[in-house]
């Protein structure tokens, strides 16, 4: 990912295949794929460990300037929590509001993982970056080709045990861009899991 589905975006704005440049610079062609503004529409669906559909939300979400303005559930405005990063914006969900804004893709402590090269994600040729910010620390598979953001995991710090995974399942054409319309967020080990729709994208 990304939630959303903008962030996700699988545009050919740019498709210079990427070589072994700066992973700093990598990071700056993702961030440019990301729309200065957008607007889109969806539902959120939460799932128990079993997969049943325990609840269904609709949402609205607004970004621009690269920040998320404003987030709507079931038409209540959501509150960003400065405090926790980690908590859920539905009871039993495992989606936050850093997944929704993927806040990390600003962070500027990054560099290429070693042990990951040559990683695929659903058939695409990744490279695999690591970002820090504090005792955050963010692991990213961005496309060879075009420098988008198929997939990323939070592990904690110092350690490689992964505890979030976000990523996207399903590709649809909004307009003249190709975005996921269908995402996963999942607290690792939990079984707690949350999809992510995306209807309209504006």
Known sequence: MSFLASLFLAVAQLTTPVADIPAKELLERCRQMLPAEVELNGR???RNRRGIV???HTY???RAKSELLELKID???IERSTKDPFKPLL?????TWSDLSLDYLNWDDVLYDPKLVGESVHGQKCRVIIL???DRVMRVWLDKKTSALLQAEETLSGDDKRVRRLWGTRLKKFGERWAPSVMEVEIVGSGLRTKITIEELK
């Open 132 to 134: 820090r910010n504090a």
């Open 60 to 62: 609205t979400y607004k």
């Open 44 to 46: 959120i669906i939460v």
């Open 91 to 95: 009871e039993g969900s495992a989606v």
């Open 75 to 77: 038409g209540a405005l």
């Open 54 to 56: 325990k609840s269904e």
